[in-house]
């Protein structure tokens, strides 16, 4: 995967190629003043995730969510 940038100028003559150059995988930006303000991205990008990747990766203990102590929320700065 390439990174590629364009000015706005230059994205609204070649907008084509740009849209051509994201469908392939490239990450493309347009900037104005130096500054990232658009990224390029095609329809259906999206659905290359699949949700469950971190399945059997991830665990916590039972007590994870329980609250927390009146010295924890004190170490945390929260009492």
């Given at each position: ?28 930006y347009i900037v104005d ?8 991205v095609p329809l259906g ?35």
């Open positions: 995967m390439t990174t590629k940038t364009y000015t706005v100028t230059e994205a609204k003559k070649r907008l084509s190629k740009l849209i051509r150059e994201a469908e392939r995988g490239d990450e493309v003043e130096k500054k990232r303000r658009v990224k390029v990008a999206d659905k290359k995730r699949k949700p469950g990747g971190f399945e059997g990766k991830i665990s916590s203990t039972p007590d994870a969510f329980d609250p927390l102590t009146d010295e924890e929320l004190k170490d945390w700065g929260l009492k």
